[in-house]
């Protein structure tokens, strides 16, 4: 049982180029998240899906994409990368009988160069 | 939609004594209230949570208290310990079918 998987852990891109942040989960959480984290402005909620073939905008979803063909996986598309995309990401899951309870994957640390 | 504030943004605090760290938020149809604690380099992990149906909950050196008229709530931790050091979330649940919205985190450091 590996929880929450996120790949890969660390990635520069160079402005403009695209890349897709990987998240696994092997729980059976039907509930997926994305947020990004900058220093000192806490967790920011990207994307989320209650479910397969279901994704919702969250707070900060300009640039990014998301898709959920699987209940296991939900990754995040960046199409076109800016400085401003600098910073950590992660992935959580959580099962709809405890939807607050979120199990976090490892982070993603994102430089855009 | 939600909004959460979280006070203050670092504490630092001597090995033993107590730390209180509050927040508020907007929504009064939230009813949970999750806390998170991170440490460095780290993914955050949940600590203790609460229900807006109750207004204090205990685990053990930590509680959460929980203000609902008011629209806030507060972490307790006493007789800090050095590995209690970490970044801490508090962040507010809605309903089914939307997400955490956390507040900004607290960094607590606790010296020896």
Known sequence: NAGVTQTPKFRILKIGQSMTLQCTQDMNHNY???????PGMGLKLIYYSVGAGITDK???????????????DFPLRLE???P????????????????????????????VV | GENV???PSTLSVQEGDSAVIKCTYSDSASNYFPWYKQE?????????????NVGEKKDQRIAVTLNKTAKH?????????PEDSAV??????????????FGKGTTLSVSS
């Open chain 1, 80 to 82: 076109l990368a800016a």
């Open chain 1, 32 to 38: 997926m998240y994305w947020y990004r984290q900058d």
């Open chain 2, 40 to 52: 460095l380099g780290k993914r955050p992990q949940l600590i203790i949570d609460i229900r807006s």
């Open chain 1, 84 to 111: 401003s995309q600098t910073s950590v990401y992660f992935c959580a899951s959580s099962h709809s009988d405890r939807p607050y309870g979120y199990t976090f994957g490892s982070g993603t640390r994102l430089t």
């Open chain 2, 5 to 7: 504030e979280q006070h």
């Open chain 1, 58 to 72: 969250g707070e900060v979803p300009n640039g990014y994409n998301v898709s959920r063909s699987t209940t296991e």
């Open chain 2, 73 to 81: 709530f507060s972490l307790h931790i006493t007789e800090t310990q």
């Open chain 2, 88 to 101: 801490y979330f508090c962040a507010a649940w809605r309903q089914a079918g939307t997400a955490l919205i």
